[in-house]
């Protein structure tokens, strides 16, 4: 009787294996991303990998929109890829103050930017933050709040380089990034509130920076 030797069979089985691990892989993405959406409160995830570019990289029109205006530092350039966008920003700090301007890819304005201190906000609307947020999170810290602008370009051109008591054709808006720990999970979350307070919407920042974001 000839017995006959499958040589295959070890070889079948390394691409089971592999198959295995795969499909072990996918499941274990598939189950993260689940658990970060599954986080109560929060129906969106901002994902953010930002990295520095040279000013000859950066859109013609974002070139020319910063141009016009006077900061106090060197201007500095990032992309930051998103799940579903590219942007281009200018980061510079005039009076003291951090700038970020926003564009699309392709150098369209999209809004701006300006870091200030919580005692910057009218009383009123630093009230309301600050109640909304007490009323989500036990314990929470605030790491940085921006006032956004936004609106048509030449306007807010124009109050950029103005009178900046003037924000009349303006969208103001307060974007508010705070830490704190949720389900036993440590959390940077982004909150944008109406100029009076109101909230508006709420996103989990999952951030992939590749270098160190200065101004």
């Not at 440590?186 to 999952?206: A, T």
Request: glycine share 4%; proline share 2%.
């Amino acid at each position: 009787m000839v017995c006959e030797v499958d040589y295959t069979a070890p070889c079948k089985s390394r691409n089971r294996n592999m198959r295995m691990r795969k499909v072990s892989v996918k499941s274990a993405f598939i189950l993260s991303l689940l658990l970060l959406l599954s986080i109560r409160g929060f129906s969106q995830s901002k994902y953010e990998k930002e990295f520095r570019i040279k000013a000859k990289n950066a859109p013609a029109k974002a070139l020319t929109f910063i141009d016009s205006l006077t900061f106090d530092s060197k201007i500095k350039w990032y992309k930051e890829i998103g799940l579903d966008h590219i942007t281009i920003e200018a980061k510079a700090k005039f009076n003291n103050e951090r700038h970020s301007i926003e564009f699309s890819e392709n150098g369209t304005f999209q809004d701006a930017e300006i870091e200030v201190k919580p005692n910057v906000l009218p009383d009123s609307t630093n009230s309301k933050i600050t109640g909304a947020l007490s009323q989500r999170h036990k314990k929470y810290k605030i790491e940085k709040i921006q006032i956004q602008y936004t609106g048509d370009r030449n306007i807010v051109l124009s109050f950029l380089r103005g009178d900046r008591n003037n924000s009349e054709g303006i969208t103001i808006n307060y974007e508010v990034v705070i830490s704190t720990k949720m389900d036993g999970n440590y959390l940077m979350l982004e909150y944008l509130f109406s100029e009076r307070g109101e909230f508006l919407q709420s996103s989990q920042i999952i951030s992939r920076r590749t270098d160190t974001i200065d101004y």
